[in-house]
């Protein structure tokens, strides 16, 4: 409640303006059925036509009233929930940006998913039925009991005790459905992840002949929700057969009741059809309050996952000054150092990098090659602060990164990530995500170094359509576009994760060597798993079991680096 309370309250002035037209609609609800009592027990039985008519037009006043107020009442209800569910959403979004890599992993793709879209959905939903079905309820049955007393203190009393009873029913109803809903949120997420693997692992699963499996898998996830839906949609079924059972029960008592004061002359007959239309009014409301009222722990339970990720720290913040004076002043050409550094996972017994020490410099190439799972993508995420050092220090321009804030660090640094991503759109959206403000003849020029000159041969050029991840093209051509992305980029530092792999030979020197020029006043590193596209670094880092074991050129760990001449021997053929 505290998060929902929070996101509602910049919207105090329409909440306030809601709950008021919704009143007024209320009031003209209740009006209604005792004008027409008054104008058939006094009107018809005095045979007064001018009463009659005035009635009429009250009363015709009261519905115009009671109907308007519940059109803008719904029509302000939906907004609010519409703003409130919009900044929830929002502000889960915007949380998930500042997660480190172990952050985002904890929650998970498939429940960020769900966080994000059904969970900000149900809240939504929740909100608008709570204004219109649940609000008004204790209005209305206090006010309904109180006419219906005014009109007799036994009918009135008749009134509330069916009210009560068919409340105890709701209670008992809420307090059982309450568990299951909180389940079915889990079971949600579960099968986003399994229906998620399935549609993005179909390839590997046809090729593995996997299919009845995977089938198996859906139908466990599946079934499971389907068990708990059916549990809460039996409670749904014998709170809605109760409850018209109650309002059955009550219409009789009332015809009964009535009748006996009727003809006990306490009261006149069409009075009777104005506690009817009171009693009616109430268990319908308090039937529908019942069913919102079941789905209040479903909601309770999405703000708890919205607030899980909202409320979360972020393992990396920004700026932290402790680190700053810790800052020591690298060489004018050093653009990043590791310092000894060393990085464990939160929930490792060792640390997956031991004691890094190497410097990128400017106008300089540093290579990092290595066995896979020897931390070489590790390095490159410690440097965008994705994860920071457990112990040492990485420095950035002599500044240790933890002191800088990660939009100031991260925009002087160009990645091209290990996978090659690209977002549904435009090849020309994709390369400005690089730089804005790009005009075509950069762009063009970017794409000419990545030698992505394929692209001057679609039928769009630029304007290409590029569909999500980049399916449409292929991994040589993603990779060649994510390069050309990053060299849109103004930076100090490029940072290349093994983005060469997909390329031949012929193409991956070529790209090398055009990128010489466009990178001569930065820093450039450049993780690899083949020889060749290293050969020629200016120093070369050997990583196994996430510990340096050689450094140096080429030539140099030949001679001294036994685990670099076997990756090299292992490549390369014997005369190279």
């Known amino acids: 409640m505290r998060l929902l309370l929070r996101f509602m309250k910049p919207y105090r002035a329409l909440t306030a303006v809601t709950l008021l037209v919704l009143l007024v609609d209320n009031v003209g609800t209740l009006l209604v059925p005792t004008m027409l009592a008054d104008m058939i027990n006094t009107g018809i039985g005095t045979g007064d036509f001018d009463y009659i008519v005035s009635g009429g037009f009250a009363m015709l006043g009261a519905s115009l009233l009671a109907s308007g107020g519940a059109m803008t009442g719904a029509y302000l209800a939906a907004k609010l929930a519409a703003n409130v569910a919009r900044d929830i959403r929002n502000a889960?979004?915007?949380?998930?940006?500042?997660?480190?890599?172990?952050?985002?992993?904890e929650f998970g793709t498939g429940s960020m998913i769900t966080r994000t879209l059904n969970d900000t959905n149900v809240i939504q939903q929740s909100i608008i039925a709570t204004i219109q079905l649940v609000l008004p309820v204790p209005f209305l049955a206090v006010a309904g009991i109180i006419m219906a007393c005014m009109i007799d203190y036994q009918m009135g009393i008749l009134l509330a005790f069916v009210v009560a009873i068919v409340l105890a029913i709701a209670v008992v109803t809420v307090t059982k459905a309450a568990p299951i809903f909180m389940s079915l949120q889990k079971l949600i997420d579960r099968m986003n992840v399994v229906l998620r693997e399935s549609i993005v692992g179909a390839r590997v699963i046809r090729a593995f002949n996997k299919e009845r499996h995977s089938e198996r898998r859906l139908d466990e996830v599946f079934t499971d929700y389907a068990d708990r839906a059916i549990k809460v949609n039996?409670?749904?079924?014998?709170?809605?057969?109760?409850a018209f059972f109650f309002m059955?029960?009550?219409?009789?008592?009332?015809?009964?009741?009535?009748?006996?004061?009727?003809?006990?002359h306490a009261m006149q007959i069409a009075s009777i059809s104005a506690v009817l239309e009171y009693a009616m009014l109430i268990l319908f409301f308090v039937m529908m309050a019942q069913i919102v009222a079941l789905t209040l722990p479903r909601a309770k339970a999405c703000l708890d996952r919205a607030a899980e990720v909202i409320d979360r720290v972020p393992e990396i913040v920004d700026g932290d000054a402790s680190f700053a004076a810790a800052a020591d002043a690298d060489g004018e050409d050093d653009v990043a150092v590791f310092d000894h550094a060393s990085f464990r996972f939160a929930d490792a017994d060792e640390d997956t990098l031991h004691d890094l020490t190497f410097t990128c410099r400017r106008?300089?190439?540093?290579?990092?090659?290595?066995?896979?799972g020897s931390g070489k993508s590790t390095i490159a995420k410690m440097l965008l602060r994705l994860h920071d050092v457990t112990d040492g220090a990485v420095r950035f321009e002599g500044r240790d990164v933890r002191s800088m804030s990660q939009c100031d660090l991260r925009?002087?640094?160009?990645?091209?990530?290990q996978k090659a991503w690209l977002f549904s759109g435009t090849v020309a959206s994709n390369l400005r995500y690089g730089d804005e403000g790009a005009d075509e003849a950069r762009m063009r020029h970017a794409l000419e170094v990545a030698q992505s000159e394929f692209v001057f041969g679609l039928k769009d050029g630029l304007d290409a359509p590029v569909?999500?991840?980049?399916?449409?093209?292929?991994?040589?051509?993603?990779?060649?576009?994510?390069?050309?992305?990053?060299?849109?980029?103004?930076?100090?530092?490029?940072?290349?994760?093994?983005?060469?792999?997909?390329?031949?030979?012929k193409t991956d020197a070529a790209l090398r060597r055009a990128l010489v020029p466009e990178t001569r006043d930065a820093a450039v590193l450049i993780i690899a798993q083949r020889i060749s596209t290293i050969?020629?670094?200016?120093?070369?880092?050997v990583l196994k079991d996430g510990r340096i074991e050689g450094k140096g050129t080429h030539e140099e760990l030949m001679e001294s680096c036994e685990v670099y001449r076997a990756i090299a021997e292992s490549q390369m053929k014997g005369g190279e």
């Open 92 to 105: 889960v979004y915007d949380a998930s940006l500042a997660f480190s890599s172990s952050d985002f992993e």
């Open 234 to 242: 039996l409670l749904f079924a014998g709170l809605d057969c109760s």
């Open 411 to 417: 925009s002087r640094i160009a990645y091209v990530p």
């Open 248 to 264: 059955n029960i009550a219409e009789v008592a009332v015809l009964w009741v009535g009748g006996n004061r009727v003809g006990a």
């Open 363 to 372: 106008g300089q190439t540093t290579a990092i090659i290595g066995p896979t």
């Open 535 to 541: 050969l020629n670094a200016d120093q070369i880092v």
């Open 467 to 505: 569909a999500q991840g980049g399916t449409n093209f292929s991994g040589g051509q993603r990779q060649r576009l994510s390069i050309a992305r990053a060299l849109m980029k103004p930076a100090e530092l490029f940072v290349f994760d093994d983005s060469f792999s997909a390329l031949d030979f």
